[in-house]
């Protein structure tokens, strides 16, 4: 029987200037969650990152993202 992972899907936008950063601590945190760069225009002020969480670290991740302040603006969860 194979096994199903689900992961939780999280969508924030990084000010352009603080994405260098946020991709870097998001990269420390290996494991905890993946995230990729979502279609941006050239000129944007911001950058979308679809993450991707396993649900045993969701509680993690959200300490992780109040921690970044406003640096980051939630979008979108499911």
Known sequence: ???VLHSLR???RVKKEDSAYVYFILESYEGITSYST???KTGDLYRDLELRIPP???QEVEVLLKSFGDMIYPLASS
């Open 1 to 3: 029987m194979a096994m």
């Open 56 to 58: 045993d670290f969701e």
């Open 38 to 40: 979502l279609e941006f």
């Open 10 to 12: 999280k969508v924030i």
